[in-house]
């Protein structure tokens, strides 16, 4: 069974992002984009999140580090998104900008996606 906090949520986006070829050091930033799945039924805890804390007021094309992006993505109850594509958008010698395209149904880790890639519920994006 999986066991899932934020601080293992931390470590799988690390991981994800290791992946791509970048260190997460101090000079990446995220920007979360939340994806509005056609045909999928929402949970009361999903509008939860998406009214409350993924919603465009919050969110606003807005950059974020790794400990802000954790906190915004751990939904009630120990629920997270179950998917996030993470692709990599720009790399530079002093930044890197990292896009999270993320669900907005969360549920328990042993419902989450992605678990054949070893951190899920991400998923690299490889351009």
Known sequence: ?????RESLKV????CVKELGILPDEGVRFRIIPIVEEGKNLSS???FMR???LNQKNLNDRLFEIEKVVKLISGPQSTFP???????IESEVTHS???LRTSLRFRKPSLLQNQETE???FRAIKN
């Open 12 to 15: 799988n986006l690390i991981n």
């Open 82 to 88: 179950i998917w996030i594509d993470v692709e990599l």
């Open 1 to 5: 069974m999986l066991i899932l906090d």
């Open 119 to 121: 951190h899920p519920p």
């Open 45 to 47: 805890t999903d509008d």
């Open 97 to 99: 900008l990292i896009e």
């Open 51 to 53: 009214l409350n804390i």
